[in-house]
């Protein structure tokens, strides 16, 4: 219903909380916020939202326990800061997760429910994208996937352990029912999670989806089928829809015979080698001791910086925000003001930070090893890449503001029939891709979480993203006019939350 601007009363809010990955920011978001603000643009409800800053970069390297109590504390803060300054009432919250950010979104919920903040805010939509949900773990017995998984779990600093489930066991705990973090994420009227099936070197599709198969290892062998009749969005002057892969239908191939199929899969060779004799003794030294000197920071930072006491910060929240027996303080207000000139100047960055460079080399490096394997896919009509000259038109647009336009109500039916076809189809698993020959041999540690996880409803997206980086495109991470197809994906998931907040 439509608020009273005349009343006196605090108007209800619905705060969204986005959560960025490894080495990123708040930056690596803004697409996510634009979804969210262009999709409920009409509603009658006080969206706000909160993408926190406190833990940027390489203070990724943190952990997922400190970088979440930050981020929790970042959300009562902004909680504090609208009652205050806006005269809004957080009643509802749903929480974003994007890479490692999903890890970290899932330890907040666990913080919130334990500290009885879900008895005055409602949770609603809890959704991750890319988010190894399973850890980190190379399994082929390979001398580059032994280094990555040595590497991963020695100089990540206390996230590398944490993700590579080395030495610590905050994600077995994570999917525990008897914990906490499961019995709070079990409170959210929706849980929805997007996995790159390819082309993402980061988050491999098993852990993204929360399996333990694996059926794009072996690209080749593997016929896609997409859903059609999803919505479209217009970026700039291009039209363009996400492709959602329809894994009921989706089967294997003949695969191609031949280890050099074509004069292309040659030069592909021949390209690795150069690529692996010019990168890797580049990037490598680089990527090792920009890694080195941010884990030796943050295990000094673990050893000096003082927590935040969130239950006692919450204790204040209750009192001045939901009780109103104490006044806000005013320090605390101020500091949440001072987070969102943080955001703020983060997003004005023109360059990029060198965790993010980082980053890139790291995605570079690991590329090396997965352009090994052979594409001569021969795509069928419902898997080919619509192109057309407007990408031209995209060029001399901010990366970020690029004009997105979609009709929400048309949409409608079919995000409605999506929605439906797709959580029935998880409903009926196996798929034909899931066989023996894709299972990997996940750990007890990971099958337990596999198990665990998947005992909860999940509308579960498998997304795939023609592009070099798809772990980047699937949250257009560096704006619509670099990856649209990674547009329309992050519109679609604010589409179907809309539809699911419609249902009130």
């Known amino acids: 219903m439509p608020q009273n601007p005349k009343s006196s009363g605090p108007t209800p809010g619905h705060l969204f909380v986005l959560v960025h990955g490894l080495w990123g920011g708040p930056k690596h978001l803004l697409v996510l916020e634009e979804a969210i603000k262009h999709s409920f643009a009409d509603s009658d409800e006080k969206i706000c939202t909160l993408r926190p800053s406190s833990f940027a970069f390489f203070k990724t390297y943190d952990g997922v326990k400190v970088c979440g109590e930050k981020v929790v504390r970042d959300i009562f803060y902004e ?51 890319a988010t190894p949900h399973v850890g980190v773990h190379f399994f082929r017995q390979t001398i580059a996937d032994r280094l990555l998984n040595f590497v991963g779990g020695t100089f990540l600093g206390q996230t590398g352990r944490d993700v590579f489930i080395h030495q610590s066991r905050i994600l077995v705990d994570l999917a525990d029912p008897a914990q906490v973090y499961y019995q709070g994420l079990q409170k959210f009227r929706k849980r929805l999670l997007f996995a790159n099936s390819r082309n993402d070197r980061t988050v491999a599709f098993y852990t993204a989806y929360i399996s333990e198969y694996a059926p794009f290892q072996h690209w080749n062998e593997v016929q896609l089928r997409f859903y059609p009749n999803l919505p479209e969005i217009t970026v700039g002057k291009r039209r363009v829809k996400p492709r959602i892969i329809d894994l009921e239908k989706s089967d294997f191939r003949d695969k191609p015979s031949g280890f050099f199929s074509s004069p292309k899969t040659l030069l592909k060779f021949l390209g690795i080698i150069l690529l692996a004799l010019v990168v890797v003794p580049i990037w490598a030294p680089l990527i090792l001791t920009a890694s080195t000197i941010g884990t030796l920071l943050a295990y000094t930072r673990l050893c000096l910086t003082p927590h935040p006491d969130n239950a006692d910060h919450w204790n204040k929240v209750h009192s001045s925000v939901y009780k109103t027996t104490q006044p806000i303080r005013a320090e605390n207000v101020a ?74 109500i048309k949409n409608a039916p079919l995000i409605t029939a999506f929605v439906t076809q797709i959580e029935k189809a998880g409903s009926r698993r196996p798929f034909p891709l899931f066989t023996d020959d894709n299972s990997l041999p996940c750990d007890p540690d990971r099958m337990f979480i596999i198990r665990s996880l998947n005992r909860l409803q999940w509308t579960k997206v498998p997304v795939f993203i023609d592009a070099w980086n798809a772990h980047d495109g699937i949250v257009a991470r560096r704006g619509p006019r670099s990856n649209p197809r990674g547009a329309a994906t992050v519109y679609l998931w604010a589409s179907i939350i809309r539809e699911e907040l419609a249902k009130e």
Do not use: C, W
């Open 79 to 129: 909680v504090e800061t609208l009652r205050k300054r806006e005269n809004v009432l957080v009643s509802k919250i749903s929480i974003v997760g994007y890479s490692l950010g999903g890890l970290i979104s899932r330890y907040v919920v666990g913080r919130l429910h334990s500290l009885g903040a879900f008895d005055h805010i409602e949770p609603v939509i809890f959704s991750t994208f």
């Open 335 to 408: 500091a949440g003001e001072q987070q969102r000139k943080g955001t703020a100047t983060i997003d004005t960055y023109t360059e990029e930070e060198p965790a993010e460079l980082t980053q890139s080399a790291l995605e570079t490096l690991m590329a090396v090893e997965d352009l090994s394997e052979d594409d001569e896919r021969e795509y069928g009509d419902d898997e080919r890449e619509s192109s057309d000259d407007s990408d031209e038109l995209l060029k001399h647009l901010p990366k970020i503001r690029v004009p997105v336009e979609i009709d929400y």
